[in-house]
């Protein structure tokens, strides 16, 4: 693991402090190792929760026919596959992530599934998006906004391609806000999902990445100022399953 040195800023991988310019090579480590076996263990760690949560944010998105979405750190696709759903042929969706393997899966499942014609796949960071100012009708981050560097620069680049009056969508997990469900909720976490990553997925270590940075990953009101400080407005958000999940939205005017 790369130790933190005096000269450049730290930040954190799971519970481990790392040098700033470690941290995408390790998460792309993580998800280089687990995509072949990604969407089993979603449904398996959720059991299939997952998907309501997905269903309730591409909702709340507001995409309609011919709009042009993009999903950032969409992984293996099961928002763009939604919003491929409402923009119909005369929209499109921009599926962006990071890491090869995860765009890899993605391609071919969506291509399994029969979506053809309104997605494309692009490999970028969600901190530097390569595309134009003021572009994209609505843009969402499931689940990925955890994984970045900075935040902030995250924020502002997805800010900078939304046009004027669309909308941001984060999904992502958050505080439980029930209390009692805390306890419950850690010794899940730290006990059956690496658990499960062991058994399913071969690699345990991923799956306690996974329930460390979501104890590291700003709660409810804390994303919402720093998306507020990123230049978005009418910010507010909605607790799902308990705050266990958060769906934060946004709009840029
Ligand atoms: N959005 C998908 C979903 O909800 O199932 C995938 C979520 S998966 C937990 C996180 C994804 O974020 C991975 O596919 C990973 O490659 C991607 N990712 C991590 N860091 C990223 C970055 N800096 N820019 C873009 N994508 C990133």
Redesign the pocket.
């Known amino acids: 693991m790369p130790q933190p040195d005096r000269k450049e800023p730290a930040t954190h991988f799971g519970y481990r402090e790392v040098p700033e310019s470690a941290k ?1 090579g390790l ?1 792309s480590g993580v ?1 280089h190792s687990v995509a072949g076996k990604y969407d089993l263990m ?1 449904d398996l760690m959720s059991l299939g929760i997952h998907r309501l949560w ?1 269903q309730f944010a591409t909702e709340a998105s507001g995409v309609r026919a011919g709009f042009r979405v993009l999903d ?5 696709g ?2 763009a596959a939604r919003f491929a759903l409402r923009v119909g042929w005369r929209g499109q969706v921009v599926l ?4 090869r393997s ?1 765009l890899e899966v993605g391609r071919t499942r969506l291509a399994d599934q029969g979506y053809a014609g309104n997605i494309a796949f692009v490999q ?4 530097n998006l390569p595309f134009p100012d003021d572009h994209f009708d609505r843009v969402s981050i ?3 906004l955890r ?3 900075h935040i902030d620069r ?1 924020l502002a680049s997805m800010f900078r391609v939304l046009k004027p009056g669309g909308s941001l969508l984060v999904l992502e997990f958050s505080r439980p806000t029930i209390s009692g469900l805390n306890r419950l909720y850690d010794a899940y976490s730290f006990n059956i999902l690496p658990w499960l990553g062991r058994v399913i997925a071969k690699d345990e270590g991923s799956y306690r990445y996974l329930a460390e940075s979501i104890r590291k990953h700003p709660d409810q009101q804390a994303l919402q100022t720093m998306m507020e400080q990123a230049g978005f407005e009418r910010v507010e958000f909605f607790n799902l399953s308990g705050g266990i999940v958060a769906l934060h939205r946004g709009y840029k005017y």
């Open positions: 995408d998460v998800f979603n997905k950032v750190a969409g992984g293996t099961d928002m962006a992530d990071i890491n995860m970028a960071n969600a901190e499931a689940f990925g994984n970045v560097t995250a």
